[in-house]
């Protein structure tokens, strides 16, 4: 089954102490990215990566780090988290952006909420 | 700067009504234009995009959205609302060869039988 996996799907942590949310697609898809959802906000990107060894900042980077050393994952590292950065977090992957110029769909995990105290 | 607008925070419909969820961007270059759908506890769905031709676009479960160039609107529509379509939609929009998705905050329908 073609899905987006992502671990944990809830954690409850404190100020200060590192963390990696896993994020793991089975679709050998090129695109993947990291969004936070906030009441009001919506869905802000995060990072995002166009293919193995290429990362770029979404809209809110601050406070996060990713890695893409393999096309099927995409973690998302925060080294220090603080109280503003407990959301609910989803990872999505999707075909290239570069394939029919970018209208590929995105595919979601089903969301890890992050409670940092 | 680029954006997305769902001016609409929740949406009301009776079951078997027509239902419409509104949808506008910033006017800049030519967009690649999704919906999206989130029931509780899970991630997006993909729902419907638009590329290019057919300003009248067809997706899953019987949802439609039309795509206005000059209002620069791309609203989701139902002829008949079902309850099980209640639910929180998202319209996204993603600038061509650009790597980000900008995201609307949401508008949450809620169909009552």
């Known amino acids: 089954e073609a899905q987006v996996t992502q671990n944990p799907r809830y954690l409850i942590t404190v100020t200060g102490k590192k963390l990696t949310v896993t994020c793991s697609q089975n679709?050998?898809?090129?695109?993947m990215s990291w969004y936070r959802q906030d009441p009001g906000l919506g869905l802000r990107q995060i990072y995002y990566s166009m293919n193995v060894e290429v990362t770029d900042k979404g809209d809110v980077p601050e406070g996060y780090k990713v890695s893409r050393k393999e096309k099927r994952n995409f973690p998302l590292i925060l080294e220090s988290p603080s109280p503003n950065q407990t959301s609910l977090y989803f990872c999505?992957?999707?075909?290239?952006?570069?394939?029919?110029?970018?209208?590929?769909?995105?595919?979601f995990g089903d969301g890890t909420r992050l409670s940092i105290l | 700067a680029q954006s997305v607008a769902q001016p609409e925070d929740q949406v009301n419909v009776a079951e078997g009504n027509p239902l419409t969820v509104k949808c506008t961007y910033s006017?800049?270059?030519?967009?690649?234009l999704f919906w999206y759908v989130q029931y509780p506890n899970r991630g997006l769905q993909f729902l419907l995009k638009y590329i290019t031709g057919d300003n009248l676009v067809k997706g899953s479960y019987g949802f439609e959205a039309e795509f206005n160039k000059s209002q620069t609107s791309f609203h989701l529509k139902k002829p008949s609302a079902l309850v099980s379509d209640s639910a929180l939609y998202f319209c996204?929009?993603?600038?061509?060869?650009?790597?980000?998705?900008?995201f609307g905050k949401g508008t949450k329908l809620s169909v009552k039988p």
């Open positions: 679709m050998n898809h090129e695109y």
């Open positions: 999505a992957s999707s075909l290239s952006i570069y394939d029919r110029g970018g209208n590929q769909p995105q595919h």
């Open positions: 006017v800049s270059g030519n967009p690649y």
């Open positions: 996204a929009v993603r600038w061509r060869s650009q790597g980000n998705l900008i």
